[in-house]
């Protein structure tokens, strides 16, 4: 069993930053992390990829690119997301992610999210 846990999120003026952090905990021993990342839900949206690490490099989205950074630690089992110059629009929840592998199984695996909203 693998499980994340978000910390991170809040309330920000447009202009302002934020920082997600999100651990992978479990029996590390035995699972594989072949990526880990962040995605976001709007109200009355799709989920969608924001930013995410994988055995194949870095997949950033468009609409954030130049304001947000990923970075993950293979050691530790961590993601994290620096947001800055957030905007109105980068409003929503943010699920950290990991797809990882036990033995044969591979999941894809999401933490519980966390609020981010910005707002003047």
């Known amino acids: 069993q693998v499980q994340l846990v978000e910390s991170g999120g809040g309330y920000v003026q447009p202009g302002g930053s934020l920082r997600l952090s999100c651990a992978a905990s479990?029996?590390?021993?035995?699972?594989?992390?072949?990526?880990m990342g962040w995605y976001r839900q709007a109200p009355g949206k799709q989920r969608e990829l924001v930013a995410v690490?994988?055995?194949?490099?870095?997949n950033i989205a468009d609409s954030v690119k130049g304001r947000f950074t990923i970075s993950r630690d293979n050691a530790q089992d961590t993601v994290d997301l620096q947001m800055n110059n957030l905007k109105p629009e980068d409003t929503a929840v943010y699920y950290c992610?990991?797809?990882?592998?036990?033995?044969?199984?591979?999941?894809?695996?999401w933490g519980q999210g966390t609020q981010v909203t910005v707002s003047s």
């Open positions: 690490v994988g055995d194949g490099g870095t």
């Open positions: 479990g029996d590390m021993l035995i699972v594989t992390i072949n990526s």
């Open positions: 992610n990991t797809v990882a592998t036990v033995g044969l199984i591979t999941r894809n695996l």
